[in-house]
């Protein structure tokens, strides 16, 4: 069963935006280190971009730089993802992740992450 959960996700035409929020499903937990990650059809799942609030550093993929924000809240336990100017190819299931631990900042592979969402689907028209 998924341990976050993702809600904003929708249909937006190409230069639409939309906002993205994850928190946990149910025990709530504290995390400093939680991300994004894509998966359209046929494809590989997809590193988007993290965030380590405890040392304010953010990393993002370079197929969303300059578009894309990742914020997040320790205290709610919550992470954003606010995406602005949307491309038919950043249609996507869109998926939380949150990492309980770690020795350094920020972490960007799948395997790295402990705990994950079911995905929010995000559909980009052309």
């Known amino acids: 069963q998924a341990q976050l959960v993702e809600s904003g996700g929708g249909l937006v035409q190409a230069g639409g935006s939309l906002r993205l929020s994850c928190a946990p499903s149910?025990?709530?937990?504290?995390?400093?280190?939680m991300g994004w990650f894509r998966q359209a059809p046929g494809k590989e799942r997809e590193f988007v971009a993290t965030?380590?609030?405890?040392?304010?550093?953010?990393y993002y993929g370079d197929s969303v730089k300059g578009r894309f924000t990742i914020s997040g809240d320790n205290a709610k336990n919550t992470v954003y993802l606010q995406m602005n100017s949307l491309k038919p190819e950043d249609t996507a299931v869109y998926y939380c992740?949150?990492?309980?631990?770690?020795?350094?900042?920020?972490?960007?592979?799948?395997?790295?992450?402990?705990?994950w969402g079911q995905g929010a689907q995000v559909t980009v028209s052309s």
């Open positions: 149910e025990r709530t937990f504290s995390s400093s280190l």
């Open positions: 992740a949150a990492k309980s631990s770690g020795t350094r900042a920020l972490y960007f592979r799948v395997y790295e992450y402990d705990y």
């Open positions: 965030i380590n609030w405890r040392f304010g550093s953010t």
